[in-house]
C-alpha cells in the first residue's frame, strides 16, 4: 500500500520559514494536499494540487510537489500558524495520509 | 453557509454497531463525491471511506472492508457510516468530508464537519 511519510515534529522562530516535507513514491505523479488542525479543531484545507490555496488562506502559505516530496512552506510563520500539519493523496481508489508534523513556533 | 454536521456518536460495547450520519447544506450535495475520515485519540488522520455522487461507487480502507458500509440520501443531503462489529481499535472521532477531485489523481477534502467521536469499550 502506499505510504506518505513526514517529520514527526518541525521548529521555526517567528518571522522565519519553516518547511515541512512529505515523502512518496512518485508523489509527483499524484496532487498533494495539506491540511492544518489545531487542538481541538477540525482539520483546515490550506494547500491543494500541489500549489493552490483555498480561499482565506493567507499567502505565506505556499506548497510544491517535486520528485519523491511534497513540501509546505510557511514564509514569516506567525505563532497562530503553530499545529500539525498533514499531507494528503490519492493513490489506486485509496486515500492517503502521511503521519503528520507537529509545528512548534519558538 | 457550507456546512456539514455529524451525528450519531457513541459509547459501544466491542461487537456492537452504531449508524453515523452526516447533514450537509450551503451546496449542491449530489454533485460530490463524500468521505468519512476518522482519528484517533491523539493519532493521526486516517481515511475510512468514499461514496461517489451517485452512490454507485465505494471504497474502503483494508481494516473496515465487511464491517463498515457508506451511503448516502441525495434528497436528504445526507451522508451514512453503518459501522458493525466494532473493535476497540475503532476508537476515534469520525469527521465527515467533502471532496473535489480534479483530473485522475486530484482528490481534496474542501469542508470538514466537526466530528462525533465513537467509543469502543467493555
Known amino acids: 500500500s502506499y505510504e506518505l511519510t513526514q517529520p514527526p515534529s518541525v521548529s521555526v522562530s517567528p518571522g522565519q520559514t519553516a518547511s515541512i516535507t512529505c515523502s512518496g513514491d512518485?508523489?509527483?505523479?499524484?496532487?498533494a494536499s495539506w491540511y492544518q488542525q489545531k487542538p481541538g479543531q477540525s482539520p483546515l484545507l490550506v494547500i491543494y494540487?500541489?500549489?493552490k490555496r483555498p480561499s482565506g488562506i493567507p499567502d505565506r502559505f505556499s506548497g510544491s510537489n517535486s520528485g519523491n516530496t511534497a513540501t509546505l512552506t510557511i514564509s514569516g510563520t506567525q505563532a497562530m500558524d503553530e499545529a500539525d500539519y498533514y499531507c494528503q493523496a490519492w493513490d489506486s481508489s485509496t486515500v492517503v495520509f502521511g503521519g503528520g508534523t507537529k509545528l512548534t513556533v519558538l | 453557509e457550507v456546512q456539514l454536521v455529524e451525528s450519531g456518536g457513541d459509547l459501544v460495547q466491542p461487537g456492537g454497531s452504531l449508524r453515523l450520519s452526516c447533514a450537509a447544506s450551503g451546496f449542491t450535495f449530489s454533485s460530490y463525491w463524500m468521505s468519512w475520515v476518522r482519528q484517533a485519540p491523539g493519532k493521526g488522520l486516517e481515511w475510512v471511506a468514499n461514496i461517489n455522487q451517485e452512490g454507485s461507487e465505494k471504497y474502503y480502507v483494508d481494516s473496515v472492508k465487511g464491517r463498515f458500509t457508506i451511503s448516502r440520501d441525495n434528497a436528504k443531503s445526507s451522508l451514512f457510516l453503518q459501522m458493525n462489529s466494532l473493535r476497540v481499535e475503532d476508537t476515534a472521532v469520525y469527521f465527515c468530508v467533502r471532496v473535489v477531485r480534479a483530473g485522475v489523481t486530484g482528490y481534496t477534502f474542501d469542508i470538514w464537519g466537526q466530528g462525533t467521536m465513537v467509543t469502543v469499550s467493555s
Open positions: 494540487q500541489d500549489t
Open positions: 512518485k508523489l509527483r505523479t499524484k496532487y
